[in-house]
């Protein structure tokens, strides 16, 4: 939360600091200088990544090595940044005959990460002791029957929630994304199992003691910094890596599902000139039903051939921003 990030010394993560968004916190505590002794750890959200991430500080401090621990560590990276490579085509949902989908998994859908992450996040189990659990993992690869339990049960609910349609899905964008509607922490590996591009709203998200409140997350087999950027302009605390972020932490999004599909949507498949975005921003900011029009409207403006080589589709994608520029009060006054 911005308040408290004010009162913290240093802030470790990349991904909402300003830095490299390829790499997430667990990879920077291996070699980034160790927080002086003494020095309090804290996290807004305590994930694999940022409990994994107090717990190399402490292997480090201790004089302890590392190698025992670097495939989950590594692990724990690949699910965070959701780096599984290319977008390989939509697959089945999960089903009873088979409950686990690796290759679109979040730590929290994996097979492997699934009991860790349900331990670390179990917010009524001090932080001291998530950590100290989350050592014997990276080091030993020990996790808890009792969390192993609770998530293959989950995994059961949510196949149980899909066949009896508790979990919302369908998707737009002829396909591309895939907008799901959960409760439920699979949420986004449900997502990937229809398309490439995930919307996910979890209409009640609950963190620590605080109050529910209604949270947005974006991933995607390609970059989607552009669209977080964007998102972060229309409300503030948008953030995340080129290829998963969501809405500000701690707070509900005051932003709309068609609002928020409409900037990811042509983000991921448009390359937009800076003055037509900051026109459609900024008549997003006072008249969010104009969202879906502005949408289609502007697909016939902002077509790709902006950065095409051929001179005539430069000089047509020239003709069409003028356009846009042009006549833009005149459209939306329209509607």
Not at 169 to 191: D, F, P, Q
């Amino acid at each position: 939360m911005p308040a408290l990030a004010k009162r913290c010394a240093f802030n470790l993560d990349p991904q909402h600091t300003g830095g490299d968004a390829n790499r997430v916190a667990i990879e920077d505590s291996l070699t980034i200088e160790l927080p002086a002794e003494g020095s309090t750890l804290a996290t807004v959200r305590a994930d694999l990544d940022a409990v994994g991430s107090m717990e190399v500080f402490n292997l480090r401090a201790k004089g302890e090595s590392l190698e025992p621990a670097m495939e989950r560590i590594a692990m724990v990276a690949t699910s965070d940044k959701f780096a599984r490579g290319g977008y390989t085509g939509p697959k089945p949902l999960p089903t009873r005959d088979n409950p686990w989908i690796e290759e679109t998994a979040t730590a929290e859908s994996s097979l492997q990460l699934a009991a860790i992450a349900a331990a670390v996040m179990d917010f009524n189990v001090p932080l001291a002791d998530r950590v100290a659990t989350t050592e014997k993992w990276l080091l030993k690869g020990e996790e808890s029957k009792q969390y192993r339990d609770s998530v293959e049960k989950e995994r059961l609910d949510m196949i149980n929630a899909l066949e009896t349609g508790q979990i919302k899905y369908e998707t737009r964008s002829g396909g591309k994304i895939a907008i799901v509607e959960s409760t439920h922490r699979a949420a986004t590996s449900v997502g990937y199992s229809l398309a490439p591009v995930v919307f996910a709203l979890n209409p009640s998200f609950k963190q620590g003691l605080s109050e529910p409140y209604k949270k947005f997350t974006i991933c995607q087999f390609a970059d989607i910094k552009s669209a977080l950027a964007e998102l972060n302009e229309l409300e503030n605390g948008w953030g995340g890596s080129p290829t998963i972020g969501g809405s500000p932490q701690g707070v509900s999004s005051q932003l709309t599902v068609d609002q928020v599909v409409a900037v990811v949507g042509e983000a991921s498949s448009l390359v937009v000139c800076a003055p037509c975005r900051a026109q459609v921003l900024n008549e997003l900011r006072t008249r969010p039903q104009l969202t879906t029009t502005l949408r289609s409207v502007s697909e016939g403006f902002h077509p790709e051939m902006c950065i095409s080589a051929d001179e005539s589709k430069r000089t047509k994608w020239k003709n069409a921003k003028m356009f846009w520029l042009n006549n833009i009060e005149r459209v939306l006054d329209e509607f």
